[in-house]
T-cell receptor
């Protein structure tokens, strides 16, 4: 089955810890995205990648980092610099970065800071 | 002014009624418009996209776009309890691949 997988489904982080969220897609999509969703809110863009080995900051990149070494993988690291990381994190992909291309979402990772 | 605004919820309709969800956007150059449905605790799933002025129908769903008024809506006919979810409007601004989402409208369909 083609799709987007995210792991883990739930993640707990202690203060001062870095954690990495995994996102993998087998749709052969060029573009990948990371969003954050807080309760009762829409999605806010953290980082996006239009093509392998390239990525750009979104609207709320501070305290996060990404890499795009392989076309199918776009991991997100939540660093200790992110002061309020508790949220629902969603990875998405699209065929290309053209604006008319639909973005499809993975199942999400729910991160909680203890 | 928010870039994408949706009508405030929650919205409650009886089963079988038409649910109307509205969205306005600020960037006059926006090219593509998407409606996603999100069940509680789940990720968004695409319902429809629309690029041209007018109506686009898919089953019980109709998307309407009016670029002059910077307005896009989603109509759900014969609403079912399974339609109860949060509906997110997303607009692709002229700048390219960045989708901007509204905060969503929570819809409840009462049996």
């Amino acid at each position: 089955d083609g799709g987007i997988t995210q792991s883990p489904k739930y993640l707990f982080r202690k203060e001062g810890q870095n954690v990495t969220l995994s996102c993998e897609q087998n749709l052969n999509h060029d573009a990948m995205y990371w969003y954050r969703q807080d309760p009762g809110q829409g999605l806010r863009l953290i980082y996006y990648s239009q093509i392998v080995n390239d990525f750009q900051k979104g609207d709320i990149a501070e305290g996060y980092s990404v890499s795009r070494e392989k076309k199918e993988s776009f991991p997100l690291t939540v660093t200790s610099a992110q002061k309020n990381p508790t949220a629902f994190y969603l990875c998405a992909s699209s065929i290309s970065w053209v604006g008319t291309d639909t973005q499809y979402f993975g199942p999400g990772t729910r991160l909680t800071v203890l | 002014q928010k870039e994408v605004e949706q009508n405030s919820g929650p919205l409650s309709v009886p089963e079988g009624a038409i649910a109307s969800l509205n969205c306005t956007y600020s960037d006059r150059g926006s090219q593509s418009f998407f409606w996603y449905r999100q069940y509680s605790g789940k990720s968004p799933e695409l319902i429809m996209f629309i690029y041209s002025n007018g109506d686009k129908e898919d089953g019980r769903f109709t998307a309407q776009l009016n670029k002059a008024s910077q307005y896009v809506s989603l109509l759900i006919r014969d609403s079912q309890p399974s339609d109860s979810a949060t509906y997110l409007c997303a607009v692709n601004m002229i700048s390219g691949s960045r989708l901007t989402f509204g905060e969503g409208t929570q819809l409840t369909v009462n049996p």
